[in-house]
């Protein structure tokens, strides 16, 4: 049961335009929202994060959008830049029993931007 | 620079045999995780700790083992491995945040093929 989705495996942009990285979530629990970007042979890297009580968050070229009736984000990435090809995975956070929380990932979107 | 490091980068190793995966942290801090990618499926946890005396099983710990030597190390174990834990495993760590979320900080990996 994939609580956390991201059904596009691969986009293709090229330099300068927008790129849009979306993902899905069934559990209305999850109260946080994050994006991680991972280059090939490095662990993920955080990027960018939603609390559940925000529909928007913004920093540089990174906005994320949460649409909490739809359960879905998105990433935006304003102006893609070569350098941001990589992997980017959507996760969710929900609360752990006993405290702490959990990170469910989606299965990552491979972002190429072109030249 | 803190750091978490993961040993070895790459192993391959036998059905059947016993492997042990390492990771240590100079973040300080008191969680740390152990996750295993698979192509198509994202990351999934399988074991986590909150701190030395606090073990606690993921979504998918069968077949597998921890062990938390000391605040900054946290091993992972296939007692008897199998082609199906072929995969890259990761860890991560992270301090309590601001209510339950905390950005959790990965390391590079490790690939583990069992033939």
């Known amino acids: 049961d994939q609580q956390v989705k991201q059904n596009s495996p691969s986009l293709s942009v090229q330099e300068g335009r927008i790129s849009i990285l979306n993902c899905d979530y069934t559990?209305?629990?999850?109260?946080?929202f994050l994006w991680y970007k991972k280059y090939p042979a490095e662990g993920p890297t955080f990027l960018i994060s939603?609390?559940?009580?925000?529909d928007k968050n913004e920093d540089g070229r990174f906005t994320v959008f949460l649409n909490k009736s739809a359960k879905h984000l998105s990433l935006h990435i304003v102006p893609s830049q070569p350098g941001d090809s990589a992997v980017y995975f959507c996760?969710?956070?929900?609360?752990?029993?006993?405290?702490?929380?959990?990170?469910?990932f989606g299965t990552g979107t491979q972002l190429k931007v072109e030249l | 620079d803190a750091d978490v490091t993961q040993t070895p980068r790459n192993r391959i190793t036998k059905t059947g045999k016993r492997i042990m995966l390492e990771c240590s942290q100079t973040?300080?801090?008191?969680?740390m995780y152990w996750y295993r990618q698979d192509p198509g499926l994202g990351l999934r946890l399988i074991y986590y700790?909150?701190?030395?005396?606090?073990?606690n099983k993921g979504e998918i710990s069968d077949g597998y083992s921890v062990s938390r030597q000391a605040q900054a190390k946290f091993s992972l174990s296939l007692e008897s491995a199998i082609p199906n834990q072929t995969a890259l495993y990761f860890c991560?760590?992270?301090?309590?945040?601001?209510?339950?979320?905390?950005?959790?900080?990965f390391g590079p990996g490790t690939r583990l093929t069992v033939l």
């Open positions: 991560a760590t992270s301090k309590p945040g601001q209510g339950y979320y905390n950005e959790q900080f």
């Open positions: 559990n209305s629990m999850f109260d946080y």
């Open positions: 939603i609390s559940s009580i925000k």
């Open positions: 996760a969710a956070s929900g609360r752990l029993t006993g405290g702490g929380n959990k990170l469910t």
């Open positions: 973040k300080g801090h008191d969680r």
């Open positions: 700790s909150f701190d030395v005396k606090d073990i």
